[in-house]
């Protein structure tokens, strides 16, 4: 699904739901009366347009169109879906959403990022107060894939599924919370947490560096990938949950945390949180630390998509829904002329595959003609099922030529061609393009082998037969430039 979003309210929730929709190929309207909303929404969408293709290992929709309305009515007229992200000021909100129900069809959705009031605060005094429904994001709204979807009893089935579908197709994951309650469900987690943390500061116990390292060094990357539960499961060992409630229940009892109890809000405890606060990380600017933090999640959650695991599962589904929007082939029935070369990679460059020169680095070149290797075995039938069963191809041999950069975020195309192949051997041709530019070649022979003995072994005759038909197809065509290169040959 895509069309126009409508974003009312431009900050920083406001402006990554913007980007979010801009990169999954939504024209997006926002109206915000802030005088600066367009510097901030342009510096939130430069950062998501550098991090954001760094998830994907297949090809981003084109990007939609942006337009800075002048009124909100402006702004939501037409919209396929309206998110709202102002002020934390329920009033506020209720003057938004009647301005919205009068500008918008009766079927047009409203989302509302709100992190703590539940839908039936929002929707008192509604037209249609079934259409408004919570869908709580998390900074960054562009990286992050978690919305909270809330809906009242007053919402229908049709309208949760339709909030549902349009989180999905951007690449989201909407976790529908069962029941209203303040805050929803993520945020009453954090807050317990942050309460916690602001005991230990408040007694001198720690500082706020000592906290976040005991986060983000410990538990908190055992939660970006398993959660709260699967970790504690695991620490019951063989024994499981059982196991572990048994052991740590007790401590349920104990004076471990003052979770019921709040130390006072005053200006000496806000004066030292804040000034030790300036002192982690007050030599940064805020665009640093934002890019910081943008390459590290995407660093992180790219690891987890080789284990199709937690965050990375999500990023796996929007790469194949992409792929197949993009119509990157996987079978041999899906490429249309076999005489020409096949792509079988289109992606950008994210930032993990940067070197210290700011280019890609020699390994993510292996890595891409290796990717476009895989997907020509696709094609001719060397799939994950087919390797199960106990056949696959080895490689043998690999020549690369880099012959011009990949910087970030530029979108790279391999090309790949069949020199020769038949029986135990498939002789591949690959190129990488950046737009007119070619940048490196890469030559590899591969080996069909039984996973049984580990040695080589033919091919099965369709797979041979699939083969054949792109090594006829292409046999007219000019040998490339640089093929059967040695390393150190004169050029």
């Known amino acids: 699904m895509s069309g126009h979003a409508a974003i009312v309210g431009g900050g920083v929730i406001g402006g990554g739901w913007a980007a979010r929709f801009l990169l999954a190929g939504w024209d997006v309207r926002v109206f915000d009366p802030d005088p600066e909303a367009a510097r901030k929404i342009g510096e939130v969408l430069e950062n998501a347009r550098r991090s954001l293709p760094g998830l994907s290992d297949s090809p981003l929709p084109a990007e939609g169109v942006l337009q800075l309305c002048d009124t909100l009515e402006e702004a939501v007229a037409g919209a396929a879906w309206v998110q709202e992200s102002v002020p934390e000021r329920l009033e506020l909100k209720h003057k938004v959403y009647a301005a919205i129900e009068a500008a918008v069809g009766p079927d047009v959705l409203i989302g509302s990022s709100t992190s703590g009031f539940t839908p039936s605060d929002l929707q008192a005094g509604a037209v249609e107060p079934g259409r408004i429904v919570v869908t709580h994001p998390f900074n960054p709204v562009y990286l992050l894939p978690l919305v909270e979807l809330v809906a009242s009893p007053a919402s229908t089935p049709d309208q949760v599924a339709r909030a549902r579908a349009v989180i999905d197709g951007i690449g989201m994951y909407p976790l529908h919370i069962r029941q209203e309650i303040d805050a929803h ?32 060094y410990g538990f908190g990357i055992r939660w970006a990938q398993m959660g709260l539960f699967e970790t ?120 993990d595959w940067l070197d210290y020169n700011g280019h890609m680095t020699e390994a993510r070149y292996l890595q891409a003609f290796a990717d476009a290797s895989d997907r020509f075995m696709e094609i001719i039938g060397c799939d994950q099922a087919y390797i199960a ?72 005759a369709q797979m041979a037969a699939v083969l054949d038909r792109f090594v006829t197809a292409q046999a007219g065509l000019p040998l490339p430039e640089g093929a059967g290169r040695f390393v150190g040959q004169p050029r």
């Open 232 to 351: 504690y499961r695991i620490a019951g060992g063989e024994a499981g949950m059982k196991h572990f409630m048994a052991q740590f229940g007790p401590a349920l009892k104990w004076p471990w945390t003052k979770l019921m109890d709040v130390p006072a809000f005053t200006d000496d405890l806000v004066d030292l949180i804040a000034g030790q606060s300036d002192a982690q990380s007050g030599h940064m600017g805020i665009r640093e630390l934002e890019r910081m933090r943008d390459d590290n999640l995407v660093a992180m959650m790219r690891a987890l998509k080789p284990r199709d695991w937690g965050a990375g599962a999500i990023l796996n589904a929007q790469d194949r829904a992409q792929g197949a929007a993009a119509g990157l082939p996987r079978t041999a029935d899906a490429v249309t002329d076999p005489a020409a070369p096949v792509i079988t990679v289109r992606r950008a460059v994210p930032v």
């Open 389 to 460: 069963s106990g056949g696959s191809f080895f490689t043998a041999e690999t020549h690369i030529r880099h012959l011009d950069e990949a910087r970030l975020a530029e979108v790279i195309e391999l090309r790949t061609r069949v020199l020769g192949g038949g029986g135990k051997k498939m002789h591949l041709w690959h190129e990488i393009w950046c737009g007119t530019r070619l940048l490196a070649t890469g030559e590899h022979v591969l080996i069909h082998v039984s996973l049984e003995t580990r040695r080589p072994a033919p091919m099965p």
């Open 185 to 216: 469900l993520a945020d009453r987690l954090l807050e317990a947490v942050w309460r916690e943390a602001l005991w230990l500061v408040s007694d001198g116990v720690a500082t706020t560096a000592e906290i976040d390292d005991a986060i983000r």
